[in-house]
């Protein structure tokens, strides 16, 4: 049982609020990829001591922090159903609160990316607003939705390539096979927040277009991915991460025919997905450089 206005709930209302456990992944892979991707000459420590890199990481936290704030504002009556548990501990913020947190988390973001230039204060205030256009609009359009979301979730890696401006065929192809599989995992999740999306009346694919056409616009996108795939392997930089994307491949097959024949395992692919993203994280640093 929730006890309301307790200190330890409220902190455990903001973390669960914000996604902690995304923000911790997020700061791990934005870190690796700075690291082994931009900037290989650099230990980790010599880019955690750098202040306009630590800006733009501080920059980026903030605003997708401020972006999972404002996206359950927006979706609270279809969370109550999803996830009413999640939900109503997130409420312990009360809403003015959760309001406030929002536009500080915003000023902040744009605060410390003004540490850096106005250039990347402009890019990060884009992105607020992007962030803001998603959840108030472009949510409720089917596919543009799925669409937008993934490319706000890669949206903050965009400012790792102009703050270091190096860019190659092997990170363009990785960012490639990333927004892919967001996509997919995107997709995955109009499946499993059906019923919330029925009641409230929200246009999803699958709703749309029914679970079977659904499934096989996945596997289009799932194809695709071997596209990218194909160019990593290909790749001098790819290391020992090749290894990743053969056992990735693997588990990923054997949860999509599992998904594709019953949808009773559509969480257990969603989780598999998630996984391989995390595992995916951690195996940047198998990258290696000529």
């Not at 991915?225 to 290391?239: A, D, H, V």
Request: aromatic share 18%; charged share 10%.
């Amino acid at each position: 049982m929730i006890r309301k206005n307790g200190f330890s709930t409220r902190i455990l209302s903001f973390f669960a609020l914000v996604r902690v456990q995304n923000i911790i992944l997020l700061v791990v892979a934005f870190i690796l990829t700075a690291k082994f991707f931009f900037a290989p000459q650099l230990s980790i420590l010599q880019l955690l001591t750098n202040l306009n890199f630590l800006a733009l990481l501080t920059a980026t936290i903030f605003s997708i922090s401020a972006g999972y704030i404002i996206n359950a504002f927006y979706d609270l009556s279809k969370d109550l159903i999803n996830r009413p548990q999640k939900t109503i501990l997130e409420q312990q913020i009360p809403k003015k609160q959760r309001l406030h947190l929002y536009f500080i988390l915003n000023i902040g973001a744009v605060a410390a990316a003004g540490f850096i230039s106005w250039r990347a204060a402009l890019f990060f205030s884009i992105y607020i607003f992007l962030i803001w256009f998603y959840s108030h609009k472009v949510q409720h359009i089917p596919l543009v939705n799925n669409l937008w979301l993934t490319v706000l979730s890669i949206f903050p890696f965009f400012g790792i390539f102009l703050y270091f401006q190096t860019f190659d065929s092997f990170i363009f192809w990785h960012a490639i096979f990333l927004f892919l599989i967001l996509l997919i995992k995107n997709l995955l999740k109009d499946f499993i927040k059906m019923k919330g999306d029925l009641a409230q009346g929200k246009p999803t694919i699958p709703l749309l277009l029914g679970e079977k056409q659904a499934k096989q616009i996945i596997l289009m996108v799932s194809l695709l991915t071997i596209i990218p795939i194909y160019f990593l392997m290909r790749s001098p930089n790819i290391g020992q991460m090749k290894y990743y994307f053969y056992l990735s491949m693997a588990l990923y097959s054997i949860g999509f025919i599992y998904f594709y024949k019953q949808d009773k395992y559509v969480r257990f692919f969603y989780n598999l997905v998630k996984i391989l993203l995390a595992c995916g994280v951690l195996a940047i640093i198998c990258v290696q450089h000529p």
